[in-house]
């Protein structure tokens, strides 16, 4: 009768052990459709020796970027690093990653997808990331050979929300002291396409609940929100950019892309907008839509129009 009660009672004891240790975060869940990198993709970490801020060494906590380099016969030294959407809790880096730089591919232009930090992290771990991105392909320019005076910024929903962040809280000032040689180089982007993307956070009929939440916390100070709701933070620096968005879109309404357009255009900046009347939210390049996968053709003429696919 004893060994019996001994037993049991190591059984509970290891139970409680078992569910006393921290739980370890989850990879990002995959959103979407279509075929992710796969797992052969070059990538590179953005930080070899583990991103600053970081809470382990799992794959949740280092963020990287996949190589997609455009062929040699087309490439045209123009560069752009992809942030896939998700909410700040996953990434879909299917869709709005893995064909994306395929397609831009098609271009002439050098692709990064990037895996940036996502709940439980907050801010500004996925802004530190991107900043940190933009600097690492503009690092390795002459090897890529990329001209560094052309590297863009795109974003797809949350994912959209990051790279106007990119695109509205880069630092000017000189970085010259900086004991890292890539943090000395400039996280301006030259250039922004934003894909449905969340913008406001001070606007709640318009915003995506989800995304501040994940991002910002339950409670955030309003001070933080109205910082993060970056077409308050557009300035005659935003670089010149190109909006993509559905009249139809539920999950992030068009106003996001129209407050950023309005912005833009009050402080000057070039600007081009396009808002399908047909469209649920998340389509990617829609290239199984006649009328609204045309989105990718518009962005062509931009970018042409720009200058970026000139060698």
């Not at 970085?175 to 993307?197: G, H, Q, T, W």
């Not at 939440?213 to 670089?239: C, F, H, W, Y």
Request: proline residues 8%.
């Amino acid at each position: 009768m004893l060994r019996t009660l001994t037993f049991v009672a190591l059984i509970a004891l290891t139970t409680d052990l078992i569910a006393a240790e921290p739980a370890k975060p989850a990879p990002p869940k995959r959103i979407g459709w279509g075929t992710p990198p796969p797992d052969t993709q070059a990538k590179l970490l953005l930080w070899p020796q583990g991103a600053p801020g970081a809470m382990g060494k799992e794959e949740t906590d280092t963020p990287w970027i996949w190589l997609y380099p455009a062929a040699a016969d087309k490439a045209n030294g123009a560069a752009v690093v992809i942030c896939p959407g998700g909410g700040y809790g996953g990434l879909a880096t299917a869709h709005e990653g893995n064909e994306v730089a395929k397609w831009w591919n098609s271009l002439g232009v050098s692709a990064f997808v990037l895996k940036y930090r996502v709940a439980p992290y907050k801010h500004p771990a996925p802004m530190n990331d991107v900043q940190r991105a933009l600097r690492l392909v503009r690092s390795k320019a002459a090897e890529w050979k990329i001209d560094p005076a052309r590297v863009g910024i795109m974003g797809f929903s949350a994912g959209g929300h990051l790279a106007s962040t990119a695109a509205t809280h880069f630092v000017e000032s000189d970085n010259a002291e900086a004991k890292d040689e890539i943090d000395r180089l400039s996280c301006r982007p030259d250039f922004a396409v934003l894909c449905y993307p969340v913008i406001t956070f001070t606007q709640e009929q318009h915003m995506h609940a989800g995304s501040r939440r994940n991002l910002l916390g339950d409670k955030p100070e309003a001070e933080m929100i109205k910082l993060m709701s970056n077409e308050l933070q557009v300035t005659e620096r935003t670089p010149p950019t190109f909006l993509f968005h559905t009249a139809e879109d539920a999950g992030v309404p068009p106003e996001n892309s129209v407050l950023f357009f309005e912005a833009c255009r009050k402080a000057k900046v070039p600007v081009e907008m396009h808002i399908y009347q047909k469209g649920r939210h998340g389509v990617g390049l829609a290239s199984d839509d006649a009328v609204l996968g045309t989105w990718t053709s518009r962005l062509k003429d931009w970018v042409w129009q720009q200058g970026l696919l000139n060698k």
